[in-house]
């Protein structure tokens, strides 16, 4: 029988992999964790150029806006705008590594449960926001909630799905992610038209996921893996049962158990994370996320409508362009989900840099030639920059926005996959925070040279990958020292065993 790999890395015999009603249904609504998190991303560029927003919390930038001759790279440059947006990824940055620890204390579906009940109270104190300090308040509240669930549901999925679907049933986190910024997109569109509170209606309908995944949460069932790890042994065999739809599990369950006992010799697994054995998987996750955040995404996924009004367009006009975008978002990420594991990680990644570079490139150079401080692009330079856009956010969605949160997710092993994964999300975090902080002020500043900031981290992100990125294609997650970084020229160095004098383990007797 062909080996097949588990969620946690161990090899079972293949089994029929028969998704089950129930499983779909707790993909569903875990995924709405993704969803919410897009949806964050998403609403604050529309909200945040909503005039009634601007009015009620951020006056002064309202006033700069009203200036007809006011610089247009500038206009909207102000550090408590930024503030408004990026609150929200400091805060998932610190309650990620807290969400870490709940994830392997107390479980994945506990630690949903705590982000969604995050997200709740978080929409609420938004949409009812009367000063700054509530709405800024109420972001930060979301982003315990996106800390906590970003952590969650990766693992949740993957550890749920039959092996043989765990990419694709993971690249479903990140299709969500792309419908929540989608359905902002088009909220915000009609929203805008509604005054004086659309920008209410727009914060407050993210209530709605998050009441859903709240009240969910307690429909679906804690991963087998997670019941094992905290010795709940028969529950564990229970719910996998379920899952599967059969009681011929025996191989599964056995490899589960053989996993979790190896993963729970290990005392300290931040400790372990240190250690030389576990730099290549580290490394990776952690420059994968730096690196996808400054591909320069999020510039477009916050700021695209204030970006499409700086190039010409009306408030209406900037906001459906956001809608084009997102639906190029969604379509682009369903061809990572059907490619992924027929063409590899590094052809999508590669293919997608040459993509992303040649379209920054040339959005920089139009805006350079064409766009001064003030005036606007004629009506068919804008329309260029629309579609260069949609081709740069269609070669990051087949790539690294998915794959920046699959491989982390299929690298480490299980000792040290739960703080392995917290250090990616909040290196992700950190960097996503730091766009959102710094791009407004860098466009005032470097006007169209932002576009060639991001070409040239996107030079280096492709050199990284052609040199120093192994392929992990259809590679069992426990084989991964054995098949991949012993293999790797760079890699192989930091192969050697540290099992001898390994302090992180239990002495056991
Ligand atoms: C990234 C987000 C980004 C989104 C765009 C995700 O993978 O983590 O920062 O906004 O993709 O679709």
Redesign the pocket.
Known sequence: MPAVITSHGGHVPEHDGKITFYVILCVIISAFGGLLFGYD?GISGGVTAMDDFLIKFFPAVYEKKKLVHEDNYCKYDNEYLQMFTSSLYIAALIASFAASKVCSKFGRRTTLQIGSFFFVIGVALQAGGVNLAMVVLGRIILGFGVGFGNQAVPLFLSELAPAKLRGALNICF?LF??IG?LIAGIINYFTSNIHPHGWRISLGLAGVPAMILLVGSFAICETPTSLIERNQIDQGKDTLRRIRGTNNIAAEFDSIVAASEAARQVKNPFRKLMRPSSRPPLVIAIVLQVF??FTG??AI?FYAPVLFQTVGFGSNAALLSTVITGLV?VFSTLVSIYTVDKAGRRVLLLEACVQMFITQTVIGMLLLLHLKPTGSLGSTEAMVVVVLVCVYVMGF?WSW?PL??LIPSETFPLETRTAGFACAVSS?MLC?FIIAQAFLSMLCHMKAGIFFFFAAWILVMGLFTLFLLPETKGVPVDSMAERVWKQHWFWKRYMIDDDENDSDKVVEG
């Open positions: 991303i990140q992610i792309t910024i996808q955040q995404i999020n996924m978002n969605a926005g920046g949160w992700n996503t």
